[in-house]
């Protein structure tokens, strides 16, 4: 349920609310609105104790949450949520673009390949440190040395850093390095690594899984936020269907979908989408028709010797024309997308 505060509440008439909910054996998550506070109630089954808080000082009205997914839903925040990362926004209206590697393959390639993305604009580096590879003979990422390695990227191009976390044991450590934290696609419903990655409070780009449903993509949103991190930028990367022309299928009508039903920001992956360089473009262009956020995309300037996903990544040339032509489409589509830049001052 939520619960909604009068606009001149006190600081004593919201805590004397959420001490409440916690005697009622619930938590209480506050969320800040743009003209009222509002308090989302999470662990009651049904709506039967609202008549504890409805008398209480400065409560306007207690209101049901009908969806299963409570922190997440629109129900309970009606106006989207805008997560920073740095001076890259998703959700305020504006197209954030992250571009990097698949992998952290070593520390030239990398550096290389930040440097060159910064220089076209794009706002944040991705690249994966530890990868969830299908086959286990296959390279499976440098692990702490290539978080170090991300560090540096950082350091040297202003660009804040996205990397995947595979492992519950692991989140910590690479929470200490990164800006934002990947969930992958394989493990969305790793209920136990969500847990650990929402309690470190740090931003969370967390990929649909590669069969889950809207529902379930926001459950497992809401594990994350229902343990400390609400700041959750979703991403669609492709679902498994029968199409056989692609290594997925980019599931665009996921977009407005969600939006409809959660405050959530969410931008498109059209490389793990496809698999394929020829495909990234045009379905870039129709994840941000179809009202994305932003774009993760892969980008290679040595693609035939990546040691991960090398077919899927942009060349160099490739992302500058993607660059220009998102600075075009964004301007049709009433959108802001203004380049990176390390002039830009920091907004706290
Ligand atoms: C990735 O972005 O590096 C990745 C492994 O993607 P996904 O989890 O979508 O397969
Ligand atoms: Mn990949």
Redesign the pocket.
């Known amino acids: 349920m939520l619960v909604i505060m009068d606009a001149r509440a006190s600081d004593e008439d919201i805590q004397r609310v959420e001490n409440r909910i916690r005697e009622l054996g619930y938590t209480p998550h506050p969320i800040p609105g743009a003209t009222r506070l509002a308090i989302g109630v999470t662990g009651n089954k049904g709506i039967e104790d609202r008549i504890y808080l409805e008398g209480l000082p400065a409560v306007l009205q207690v209101i049901p949450v009908t969806k299963p997914y409570k922190l997440a839903s629109r129900e309970i925040k009606p106006e989207n949520s805008v997560v920073s990362v740095g001076n890259a926004k998703f959700g305020n209206g504006n197209l954030v673009m992250i571009a990097g590697p ?2 952290v393959e070593n520390r030239d390639q990398t550096l290389r390949i930040a440097e060159l993305v910064a220089s076209k604009g794009a706002h944040m580096l ?1 690249g ?1 440190a530890y ?2 590879r299908t086959s286990p003979y296959t390279f499976q990422g440098l692990g702490e040395p290539g978080l170090e390695i991300l560090a540096e990227a950082r350091e040297r191009t202003g660009l804040r850093v996205v990397t ?1 976390v595979v492992d519950p044991g692991l989140a910590s450590l690479v929470a200490q390095y990164a800006d934002m934290l ?1 969930i ?3 493990n969305m419903q790793n209920f136990e690594l969500l847990k650990e990655v929402g309690k470190l409070g740090k931003p969370v780009l967390m ?1 649909r899984g ?1 069969s889950a449903t809207l529902d379930e993509t926001l459950m497992s949103a809401e594990y994350i936020m229902s343990h400390g991190s609400h700041d959750v930028v979703i ?1 669609e ?1 492709g679902v498994r269907t029968f199409a056989s022309h692609a290594r997925n299928t980019l599931d665009v009508s996921i977009i407005p979908a969600l939006k409809q039903v959660s405050h959530l920001p969410i931008i498109v ?1 059209p490389s ?1 989408a496809s698999g394929n360089r020829t495909s990234v473009i045009p379905l870039a262009l129709a994840g941000v028709g179809a009202g994305a956020d932003g774009l ?1 995309v892969d980008v290679h300037d040595d693609p035939a010797h990546a040691l991960v ?1 090398g077919p899927q990544a942009l060349l160099p040339d490739d992302f500058s024309q993607l660059m220009h032509l998102l600075a075009r489409i964004s301007a049709a589509l009433d959108r802001s997308f203004n380049l990176f830049s390390t002039e830009a001052t920091e907004e706290t």
Do not use: F, I, N, V
């Open positions: 698949c992998a991705r994966g990868k969830p995947e990947q992958g696609t394989r990929k590669m991403c990367r992956d793990h993760l996903d």
